[in-house]
């Protein structure tokens, strides 16, 4: 007789803004009726931003693992943990306990945040998830990269970002894997701004105390400079959010880049 416990499943959904929803099941077609009748209201976050944004779980629903019952709970943590849908996705906890609204305190989820930095996934784990991203439609596609463009920062992360750190040096290692990450990036090449554009963008830092937002940066793996942490976010495929953790020193790393505001660092050259 086959293992009932063979059947349970961790899926995955994708709001058209980007932001993950990481589930368990040990039925999976019972979930998908269940989004797609819009019975999920008690997911608080994944409803609101069904809500905002006009669309259904059953669009981008996909699984990611197939497990065993007992070891849902582990899983479901570390798939969260690897997207990071609780700090930064549509997850109302860290999952693996059934308390929906559930907060960790700040230490816990510091601990948590800081034991999950530089965690790779497996080549098999790897694969899934790129086979599991086929499935997703072109049309689905679109509304989520429309949606991202619209996306602003909160007055909380701009406060945040405001506040400047210094960074620190990288091997020659991580210079390497940034500098890899980086080739054949051609989406901005040969953009600019009108001259009435450039105008507006100077206006607007005049006076402003939150003009590190704007600030050129550098990448110490690489030494290579953008003029903003949004151009260094688009050229390098990673939120600028944490980008901005790293400028600010906020966190050392992310995913083995180390980033620092270009004057801060030429004044440390200097002091060296």
């Known amino acids: 007789m086959e293992n009932k416990e063979r059947k349970a499943v961790i899926y995955k959904i994708t709001s058209p803004n980007n932001k993950i929803y990481i589930g368990q099941t040990i039925d999976f077609s019972q979930r998908y009726?269940?989004?797609?009748?819009?019975?999920?209201?008690?997911?608080?976050?994944?409803?609101?931003?069904?809500?905002?944004?006009?669309?259904?779980?059953?669009?981008?629903i996909e699984i990611i693992e197939n497990c065993l019952t007992s070891e849902l709970n582990e899983r479901e943590k570390y798939w969260i943990n690897y997207f990071d849908s609780y700090e930064n996705g549509l997850n109302a906890d860290l999952g693996g306990n059934g308390k929906c609204g559930f907060k960790h305190s700040d230490e816990t989820k510091n601990k948590i945040r800081l034991a999950n930095i530089g965690r790779k996934h497996s080549e098999k784990a790897k694969q899934k998830i790129s086979e599991a991203s086929k499935n997703i439609s072109n049309e689905t596609r679109e509304k989520m990269s429309e949606a991202s463009k619209k996306r602003k920062h909160t007055e909380e992360t701009k406060e945040k970002i405001s506040k400047a750190n210094k960074g620190m040096k990288l091997s020659d290692e991580q210079k390497l894997k940034i500098s890899e990450a980086n080739k054949g990036n051609k989406k901005r090449l040969g953009k600019t701004h009108s001259d009435e554009t450039k105008n507006k963008i100077s206006d607007s830092k005049k006076g402003n105390p939150n003009t590190k937002l704007a600030k050129k940066i550098i990448c110490l793996n690489t030494e290579i400079t953008y003029e903003s942490q949004a151009e260094a976010s688009e050229k390098l495929k990673i939120k600028q959010n944490n980008i901005s953790r790293v400028c600010l020193k906020q966190r050392k790393s992310y995913k083995g880049l180390v980033f620092m505001f270009y004057d801060e660092f030429l004044k440390m050259n200097k002091n060296e």
């Open 33 to 60: 009726r269940k989004y797609k009748s819009n019975g999920f209201k008690g997911q608080i976050k994944l409803w609101n931003n069904c809500q905002k944004y006009n669309w259904n779980p059953i669009e981008t």
